[in-house]
């Protein structure tokens, strides 16, 4: 068992930046990799971004490349989305996310899941 815990979000300005942060804790973080989605109402859950464990590869969506990076440290059992150049369609709910294996995109292929965080951006 994982459990994953959100932190960070907040309410924040157009053109602001946040950073979010998802402490692990139960079996070891390092042999997971690690995903961010999000969840706007109304919608479905949307890939963020994602860690691969093994080899550190990464994965962004379109929407925000260039804008968000996710990192981690095993050290910590911590992942981290940095979120910059916040827009008004960033407004969600963030979610962290753990599976083996490699990173994917697809959120049902995750095995355990973080309460979420709450991301408001105002113009």
């Known amino acids: 068992q994982v459990q994953l815990v959100e932190s960070g979000g907040g309410l924040v300005q157009t053109g602001g930046s946040l950073r979010l942060s998802c402490a692990a804790s139960?079996?070891?973080?390092?042999?997971?990799?690690m995903g961010w989605f999000r969840q706007a109402p109304g919608k479905e859950r949307d890939f963020v971004a994602a860690?691969?464990?093994?080899?550190?590869?990464?994965i962004h969506a379109n929407s925000v490349k260039g804008r968000f990076t996710i990192s981690r440290d095993n050290a910590k059992d911590t992942v981290y989305l940095q979120m910059n150049s916040l827009k008004p369609d960033d407004t969600a709910i963030y979610y962290c996310?753990?599976?083996?294996?490699?990173?994917?995109?697809?959120?049902?292929?995750?095995?355990?899941w973080g309460q979420g965080t709450q991301v408001t951006v105002v113009s």
């Open positions: 860690i691969t464990w093994t080899d550190g590869s990464l």
């Open positions: 996310a753990a599976k083996s294996g490699r990173a994917v995109v697809v959120a049902s292929l995750y095995d355990y």
């Open positions: 139960g079996r070891t973080f390092s042999s997971y990799s």
